[in-house]
């Protein structure tokens, strides 16, 4: 951004907030590593920027045994180390005050007696009307217990005229494969309605995720040119720098494709691809989210070995720390199959997309982390300032950042001052934080807000869950019938391995260097 650019600042009293009534959030694996770093911080912001509403309580519930003074001090050290604003202490003093824990286990139905007991004490203490939200921050195999106590101890309210909320929140992967997806749907479908369940994928409460269709339908020199007559390809990479560290066994049973791909990546290539809706209603929203998903073409059996590259890292060194193998990090098989890099060629075969490859890749031991969604226009005529076979101009490319530094580029060629006509790329940036004066809110910020609001426009339904499971499922078929008995692999602290490369080289194109 350019020195002299104007700085805008706005404050949260300016933004158009939704309403949010007064309610009870349950917090399933309350003593968990995701409520302490990211959801009792973004409950904490939400405060501080005076979103929250006028009354709430927070109740953590977990195996662990905690008073709540205890669970109070436990969370406290997370938004002193994570909150994205600093601790006020007049502020913390009157937030803690509202933060209560009960103890139990999720297969455990006298668990649900207690919890709806203290529940109903502290919303007659609070004056609270009797709206809750379970937050289910646990393991998918504990989701049926759940549901079914909630359901036993009459928590489970159906929704009606003049009755209290009940709303779930389910955290992914919603199952491991087409299956265990539907199973998991059917009883959170049979105990709670549609309209009750939000399945949270945090990549889509991000800044610059949201501003995806702000920039193309708010923007007439965008959507205009947004169809295969005028773009090359699309890429959208997420990477990430750690290895899997203390995730070995949830890494051993997901895999890259499971953990990352059918979740974040097909979600953000939905909202690149989507046609307009024609409203922002959330099912009007979802509705053309879910018809790029229909519009995926299978990747087949005879497919897999040509559109897809799966891989491990080796030994290596990322961020200046030694990252051992995959297959030598504590808990993993020493013949472990499971990848940990992801790269596929996919199409959207409509109208809109026809012929245009989207390549999505992702992995572990990276270089750095890093999620983007670079959009690559097609090469001008070979002609004017394109004449040189040999020196061809760079494309046009739209890329928008999600992190870490949340913002989009566009570049384009522009004329080197002088006497001759020569030409050179440039970036034409722009960041949030640079222009908009506050950091950006949190993802969980906004989603926690939205499940407040009743606004299911960022969270996946039962049909998307399930169409994107049928995709990827077709890949975990087609892996395990060519049945690899070694992966290729990438020296931890690249960008994957060659094989990866080949795969968009073939097509004269390469990756980008983020």
């Not at 709206?131 to 393991?139: E, G, H, K």
């Not at 923007?219 to 295969?228: G, L, M, V």
Request: a negative charge; one cysteine or more; glycine letters at 6%.
């Amino acid at each position: 951004m350019p020195p002299n650019s104007p700085r805008i600042d706005i404050s949260p009293s300016q933004e158009t907030i939704p309403p949010v009534e007064p309610c009870t959030l349950v917090i399933f694996g309350g003593s968990g590593d995701l409520a302490r770093r990211r959801l009792i911080p973004a409950l904490y912001n939400l405060l501080l920027d005076g979103l929250l509403p006028p009354t709430y309580a927070v109740i953590g519930l977990g195996r662990k045994s905690m008073t709540d003074e205890e669970f109070r001090a436990a969370v406290r050290d997370g938004v002193v180390t994570h909150s994205r604003q600093a601790l006020a202490e007049d502020k913390w003093k009157d937030f803690a005050q509202r933060l209560f824990y009960v103890s139990g286990g999720n297969e455990d139905p006298n668990t649900y007696a207690s919890l709806k007991s203290r529940a109903e004490d502290i919303e007659r203490n609070l004056q609270l009307p009797g709206n809750r939200i379970f937050y289910l921050s646990i393991p998918p195999s504990s989701f049926t217990s759940v549901c079914e106590g909630l359901e036993q101890a009459g928590l489970a309210t159906k929704p009606g005229a003049h009755t209290p909320y009940a709303r779930i929140i389910i955290e992914k992967p919603v199952g491991r494969d087409l299956a265990s997806a539907q199973a998991i749907n059917r009883v959170t479908g049979r105990v709670f309605d549609e309209s009750q369940i939000f399945r949270i994928d945090h990549y889509l409460g991000k800044e610059t995720v949201q501003n995806l269709m702000v920039v193309r339908f708010a923007n007439s020199i965008f959507e205009p040119i947004w169809n295969h007559k005028y773009i090359d390809h699309v890429q959208i990479t997420v990477s990430e720098a750690e290895g899997v560290g203390t995730r070995a066994s949830y890494y051993e049973e997901a895999g890259a494709l499971r953990d990352m791909v059918q979740n974040h990546l097909l979600q953000l290539l939905c909202l690149v691809a989507m046609e307009p809706p024609y409203s922002l209603d959330p099912d009007v929203v979802r509705n053309a989210k879910m018809e790029v998903l229909r519009c995926l073409r299978p990747i087949t059996d005879q497919d897999v070995e040509h559109v897809t590259v799966r891989a491990q890292y080796s030994a290596g060194t990322a961020q200046g720390a030694p990252i051992p193998g995959y297959r030598r990090e504590n808990g993993i098989h020493p013949d472990s199959t499971v990848e940990t890099y992801v790269a596929l060629k996919c199409f959207v075969e409509n109208w809109r997309w026809a012929g245009v490859p989207f390549y999505l890749r992702t992995g572990k031991a990276l270089p750095h982390r890093a999620s983007e969604i670079a959009v690559q226009f097609k090469d001008i005529p070979q002609i004017l300032f394109n004449a040189n076979a040999q020196q061809p101009q760079p494309p046009n490319v739209l890329a928008l950042r999600i992190q870490p530094e949340e913002g989009l580029s566009l570049r384009i060629v522009s004329r080197v001052p002088g006497t001759r006509a020569q030409t050179h790329p440039v970036e034409m940036d722009f960041q949030y934080s640079d222009v908009f004066g506050r950091p950006s809110p949190e993802a969980y910020e906004r989603l926690l807000l939205d499940v407040m609001a009743d606004d299911a426009s960022r969270f996946m339904r039962r049909d998307a869950v399930e169409a994107s499971w049928t995709w990827i499922t077709k890949i975990l078929e087609g892996w395990h019938r060519q049945g690899l008995r070694w992966l290729p692999e990438y020296q931890a602290g690249t960008w994957g391995p060659v094989e990866a490369d080949r795969l968009i080289q073939n097509d004269g194109r390469t990756w980008r260097t983020l």
